[in-house]
């Protein structure tokens, strides 16, 4: 049936320049798409402005002299007043979601532009940072109402994908910005440079949202529609819906048992979702031995498939139309790759293994939550379809109270992770250099050693000074070694070239033997060594060959003989040496400040590196629990689990909807 298009509400009026914000008609499904794509990108900014100090957290606590623990405590304490943020959220029932959306969008921007980069210690960051979270609390409510609003559910799941790409984006946004415009080893005060870009882009998305984003009216959003078919129902119900009865004692009406486990079990999941994100990379590194580029390209394997996964099943479970199936897939998936990758820890893996394990814990996370948002605020609008906002600020309370007590007990269970992460701040910007010497003791040893040190020494004095022919000594060390072997052979056969000449062309005629015989030394002598030569001519006469065409090469072998040949003797340490040429000329010049706090605090940073992997191990079992309770409570929700009777619920719907115009008196 075609929609009836019937004004609702107030348009609002104001100067040529200030944009009209409620929508008195519900919107086709381009203008629809065109919404939830605006809402999509503020998300997305919104957190890219949280987490763009990812890049530069090292030299954000080097700058502010901010410990690993004081930093874990700020971003749990974000969450704790980000609930006072999720509860104003939930007002947007009553008084509209798009300014509030753009006045925490603006301010959170002009924060991370201007104030929080010039933050003089650790204790106006983490005040500026607590603030900056009561706003992200906010948003992380009204965006995903604006989503509702604009998506009937049988099109929400889409919708809700979009909306679920925003923590991923923001972190994806933070490493590919990062990665362009870090460069070298900058000072630790560089760290906000990235907050003045997020800034700066939070704030054109800003400007977008100010000219563009708008909402339905108040009677408009509190109708419940199902598929496009509902839109003129809605439009012609939404004139007589008296929207302060209908939002009246919301809170009272949005505790409910199913709203309030389910957004529990939720946040339980996602326990190992933001553990991915505070330590994952420490995983990678200190538990599978990977560096720090491999560990980051494995994130990004990580953060693609579950990206692949929110957008994937939102499509998947609106063509299906239903949810339960996937959220159940998802949690089996996030159990099972959770448990291969427990199997795992203190084994040897490949990277594309350890990419497989890892991006099968965030693909399941995707399969599972998209849809259960989906659900969930179906579930809601069972309950009341009024307070949309006031049921995800349900669930935005428990997120965060969940997220605060996970971050508080990280540090516990994960002990060792703060003093090796100080450590690592500490000996900013040499942490590399540390790490290498940590890692390669017998080899620092050696070149230590004063002997060595001065072979070494000799042999990249010949390398700057001689290199062409150093060059050609390195690349045929097997004919100097044949030269060296055969010495009186080649000496008498470079002084007798006549002769050895002759025997070449007549090798059977007794004169030219004799003669040979007597340039060999003459005797049994002569006849030995001429003996040594016709066997082993396939090497001594190419090496020949090799040293007159390159006397000065010869020279100087023959000059610095004691260094080339303990250079052959320990051709192993010279290739290490060579190899690690700038790791070990860096911790020559390291500053004697930093080399004092690194002899200081190594053994304690080494029997931490030791201890973690037994508890990221202990950690990544509790959430274990995360998929298993949240199993639990799908039931709790509305919604089929049978696709058939799925359809056949929109089919009766679509029915009742089609009798209720037609008895309408102006039908």
């Not at 304690?604 to 590196?609: E, F, G, I, L, W």
């Amino acid at each position: 049936m075609a929609s009836i298009e019937v004004p609702v509400g107030r348009a609002g009026s104001g100067p040529w320049w200030w944009p009209t914000r409620e929508l008195t008609a519900y919107p086709g499904r381009r203008a629809r798409l065109g919404y939830q794509g605006l809402t999509a990108l503020v998300t997305v900014t919104l957190y890219y402005l949280v987490g763009c100090g990812a890049s530069v957290v090292i030299l954000q606590m080097a700058d502010l002299h901010i410990s690993f623990h004081f930093l874990l405590w700020t971003a749990a304490a974000g969450n704790l007043v980000g609930v006072a943020g999720a509860w104003f959220a939930g007002l947007t029932d009553r008084i509209g979601r798009v300014w509030t959306v753009m006045v925490g969008l603006t301010l959170g921007s002009l924060l991370t532009l201007f104030a929080i980069p010039n933050s003089p210690n650790r204790w106006v960051f983490a005040a500026l940072t607590l603030f900056h979270g009561t706003l992200e609390g906010v948003v992380l409510v009204a965006t995903p109402a604006l989503m509702r609003d604009f998506s009937p559910q049988a099109s929400r799941g889409r919708a809700m994908g979009f909306w679920t790409l925003g923590p991923v984006a923001g972190a994806l946004i933070t490493s590919a910005v990062g990665s362009l415009t870090i460069h070298g080893t900058p000072v630790a005060a560089f760290w906000g440079h990235e907050y003045v870009i997020a800034g700066a882009a939070g704030l054109a998305v800003s400007v977008l949202a100010f000219f563009f984003l708008k909402e339905l009216s108040p009677q408009l959003r509190d109708q419940l529609l199902v598929s496009d078919a509902d839109r003129g129902l809605a439009q012609i119900e939404a004139e007589n819906t008296d929207v302060d009865a209908a939002v009246r004692n919301q809170w009272q009406q949005m505790i409910r048992s199913d709203i309030l486990i389910s957004g529990f079990a939720v946040s339980f999941l996602l326990v190992a979702f933001y553990s991915a994100i505070a330590v994952g990379t420490i995983s990678f590194v200190v538990v599978f031995g990977f560096d720090l580029h491999h560990a980051n390209m494995l994130g990004d394997w990580m953060w693609a498939a579950n990206a692949v996964a929110v957008l994937s099943v939102g499509l998947l479970s609106d063509r299906l139309g239903v949810r339960k199936p996937f959220m159940a897939a998802g949690a089996v998936i996030t159990a099972v790759g959770l448990v291969v990758y427990l199997e795992h820890f203190g084994h040897p893996t490949t990277f594309a293994s350890t990419a497989l394990m890892a991006s099968t814990i965030t693909f399941g996370l995707g399969i599972s939550f998209t849809p259960w948002l989906t659900n969930f605020t179906e579930t809601v609008e069972a309950h009341n379809p009024a307070l949309a906002a006031t049921g995800l600020a349900v669930w935005g309370l428990t997120l965060r109270v969940v997220t605060f007590i996970a971050l508080g007990l990280l540090p516990v269970v994960v002990s060792s992770m703060t003093p090796l992460v100080d450590f690592v701040v500490g000996t900013t910007p040499y942490t590399n250099d540390l790490v290498f010497a940590a890692d390669h003791p017998a080899l620092i040893a050696a070149v230590e050693n004063p002997a060595n040190a001065v072979q070494l020494a000799a042999l990249a004095a010949l390398a700057r000074d001689h290199p062409a022919q150093m060059a050609q000594i390195e690349a045929n060390s097997t004919y100097l070694s044949t030269l060296a072997e055969y010495a009186p052979v080649v000496q008498a056969v470079a002084a007798n070239p006549a002769v050895f000449t002759g025997l070449a062309a007549n090798p059977t005629d007794p004169a030219t033997d004799a003669a040979a015989v007597a340039a060999l030394g003459g005797g049994s002598l002569g006849a030995q060594r001429l003996a040594t030569l016709i066997a082993h001519s396939s090497q001594i006469v190419p090496a020949l060959v090799w040293a007159q065409a390159h006397p000065d090469a010869i020279a100087l072998a023959q000059a610095h003989s004691p260094t080339l040949l303990w250079a052959q003797r320990n051709s192993a340490l010279v290739a290490l040496a060579s190899r690690y040429s700038a790791q070990l000329t860096a911790l020559r010049s390291l500053p004697s400040g930093v080399a004092t706090y690194a002899n200081a605090n190594a053994g304690v940073a080494s029997v931490a590196r030791q201890r973690i992997p037994t508890q990221l191990r202990n950690w990544y079992w509790i959430c274990l629990g995360g998929p298993i309770i949240f199993l639990l409570s799908i039931p709790l929700l509305r919604g089929r689990w049978s696709p058939r009777r799925a359809r056949a619920d929109l089919t009766a719907h679509r029915v009742a909807v089609d009798q209720r115009l037609a008895a309408l008196p102006h039908q």
